[in-house]
């Protein structure tokens, strides 16, 4: 079942952390880069992506990775920003790898993460930082990595630095230590331990299939990005409404979202397109997709279909994200779809 992945996968992903929280708090100014659709890039995206794209093609030097970043930017050395980041970026992912990378080694590492991805054979994708805006924020990020056989998802782990053990992760709300990995592997369920630790216990949502009544929502959660550019909150909030979802949405950044729903602390996640042409990238919702699904969830965009990961570098399938409980998910589709589309 994986078990070579899976332990090489955690460990990609716990040494992530270790770089992140270096970072974490600590960014300069000139740690940050936007890219062209104006998002943020840190040197901690840049760090992350060279170490776990060097982890995994030590242990599988075949191996293919469709990841977020590139080092087309970093190439320039005539730039001192670019210097600047380049010796940050080394610095950063020596100090958690096992054998020291020269800069243009790591570099190389990072554009191993251009594969293009489909529907044919194996391939990993890898977010070296999901929600980047909460990473500089100081609120909720994700190291997410998948394992994608033909096109379908096969094993998941995040690597949530700054998420409670409980808790739903917002910032008012949060018990234990933070640091936590969630791991799933297809047919196995999901799981989540302590980042510095190895005994993991096995997470399921929250509303059982044995709950007399799954059509009563008064006390569901529903959980939506923090960023409003990112999901559309005044529809959503029509849709909690329909539902008679009494309690406040739960607003983090990341794929930490799926972990908290995974975990049962938030029983519905949404992701409403705020933007006709925006498509979602595979790495936003691969690792977090098969979590929610092991615990019992069913994803789908907002349109009902299934994510199709292999179409590519974008879900250029689907547009939305819809996730719940499997015998609550249709409920919930069906009141989307009336203020959608209402
Ligand atoms: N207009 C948009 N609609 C939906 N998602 C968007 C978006 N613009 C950027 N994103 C994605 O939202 C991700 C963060 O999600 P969330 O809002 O759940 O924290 C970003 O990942 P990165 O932070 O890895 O770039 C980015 O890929
Ligand atoms: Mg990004
Ligand atoms: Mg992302
Ligand atoms: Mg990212």
Not at 175 to 201: C, D, I, N, P
Not at 265 to 282: F, M, N, Q, S
Request: aromatic content about 6%; glycine content about 10%.
């Amino acid at each position: 079942m994986l078990a070579k992945e899976r332990a090489v996968a955690l460990e990609a992903v716990q040494k992530a952390m270790r770089v992140c929280r270096q970072v974490y708090c600590h960014l300069r100014a000139d740690d940050t880069e936007y890219k062209s659709d104006a998002s943020p890039v840190t040197v901690a995206d840049y760090a992350v992506q060279a170490v776990v794209n060097t982890v995994l093609a030590e242990a599988f030097p075949d191996v293919r990775i469709v990841g977020e970043e590139d080092a087309r930017g970093l190439r320039d050395t005539q730039q001192p920003q670019v210097a600047h980041l380049r010796e940050r970026i080394t610095t950063l992912a020596n100090s958690v790898l096992e054998s020291t990378q020269t800069t243009e080694q790591l570099l190389a590492a990072i554009d191993r993460g251009r594969y293009e991805g489909g529907a044919r054979g194996q391939h990993w994708t890898l977010d070296p930082i999901d929600g980047t805006k909460g990473f500089v924020r100081g609120g909720q990020y994700a190291v997410c990595l998948a394992l994608i056989e033909d096109g379908q998802v096969q094993l998941g782990v995040l690597g949530c630095p700054n998420l409670p053990s409980m808790g739903s992760g917002s910032p008012e709300d949060g018990m234990g230590e933070r640091g936590v990995l969630f791991v799933a592997v297809r047919g196995h369920g999901a799981y989540q331990r302590a980042w510095k630790s190895t005994s993991e216990h096995p997470i399921k949502l929250a509303a059982s299939s044995h709950t007399s009544d799954m059509a009563d929502f008064t006390d569901a959660r529903l959980c939506e990005s923090w960023e409003a550019a990112h999901s559309d909150h005044g529809t959503a909030a029509r849709i909690r409404a329909s539902l008679g979802i009494k309690a406040r949405p739960v607003r983090l950044d990341s794929q930490c979202k799926y972990g908290v729903v995974a975990r049962g602390e938030a029983d519905i996640y949404l992701r409403l397109p705020t933007r006709a042409d925006y498509v979602e990238k595979i790495w936003d919702h691969a690792a977090g997709s098969l979590l929610v699904e092991e615990a019992g969830a069913r994803i789908t965009d907002a349109d009902g279909r299934p994510l199709q990961f292999g179409h590519g570098r974008y879900l250029s399938m689907n547009r939305g994200i819809v996730v719940a409980h499997r015998d609550r998910h249709a409920a919930v589709l069906e009141a989307v779809q009336a203020q959608m589309h209402g």
